[in-house]
């Protein structure tokens, strides 16, 4: 049985696309069929962040029914399949949103765990993310602005009648942790599942187009978002991923990786 998630904030900004990235990358380390979908129809970054910004087909042709979802599928790390959004504006204005709920269907015997990267903010595009998934993860940084937009997406998630599975305190400083989660629990009254924290090496890894759970899997944020994920597929946090062995591209990337300075 799939389970979808949909990862969302109230705000641009706030690391949505990289906690997508390297949830779906840290699922498919242990083992799990993952998807990653940008759904992002007219601001897309997901392929960017993974090196996928000159696919031919993307997600784009697929919602305007000039491809399927298997043409606009490419391979990333350790497995993990990627659906990016183009980056074109002919390519957004010929796209329908509304086809979503037909990706949806489609992909639902191909992969265990479907992540769609939604856009920010409460326009149009950005409901139907919010509807089609089991559960809605806000990802949310220790600021005021983030928290109130995140409240703005929760409130919308449940009138659409989505559920909201809980948020990610992201890009969080170590001192200041305890009190911005009991801060956002208490102003958004969902639980945090986990804080990411602040980790230069995470902006390392998007300069070398490649997840951090790959480019410094020892890092504090790797360790972050290998747990996250092992809560979302229902195994022991504390579980390395070892399942899975090292391909040339893992291997690849973690060489780019160590030459950025």
């Not at 990653?36 to 997901?46: E, F, P």
């Not at 960017?48 to 043409?71: C, N």
């Not at 747990?227 to 690849?252: D, N, S, Y």
């Amino acid at each position: 049985m799939i389970k979808a998630y949909t990862i969302a904030s109230g705000k641009g900004g706030t690391g949505k696309t990289t906690v997508t990235a390297n949830l779906g990358t840290a699922l498919a380390q242990h083992g799990r069929e993952t998807c990653i979908v940008d759904t992002d129809v007219g601001m897309a970054n997901l392929g960017l962040v993974l090196g996928l910004a000159e696919t031919p087909i993307t997600l784009h042709e697929v919602l305007a029914g000039t491809a399927s979802i298997r043409d606009a599928m490419y391979e990333g790390p350790y497995g993990l399949k990627v659906v990016p959004c183009g980056l074109s504006l002919q390519g957004f204005q010929n796209a329908n949103p509304e086809r979503l709920t037909d990706v949806m269907c489609d992909l639902t015997d191909r992969c265990e765990f479907l992540l769609l990267d939604a856009p920010a903010g409460i326009g149009t595009d950005g409901v139907i993310p919010l509807t089609v998934a089991d559960e809605v993860l806000l990802v949310v940084n220790p600021e005021i602005s983030s928290i109130v937009d995140a409240l703005k997406i929760k409130i919308l998630t449940e009138t659409v009648g989505g559920t909201i599975g809980g948020a990610i305190l992201n890009r969080a400083i170590l001192e200041e942790t305890e009190m911005s989660r009991r801060k956002i629990e208490k102003t958004l009254d969902v639980s945090i599942i986990d804080t990411v924290p602040e980790d230069a090496n995470v902006r390392r890894a998007a300069a070398a187009k490649t997840p951090v759970v790959v480019g410094a899997p020892g890092s504090e944020s790797s360790k972050a978002f290998r747990r996250i994920a092992a809560k979302l597929a229902g195994i022991p946090v504390e579980a390395e991923p070892h399942k899975v062995q090292e391909g040339f591209v893992e291997r690849f990337a973690r060489a780019l990786f160590r030459r950025e300075p």
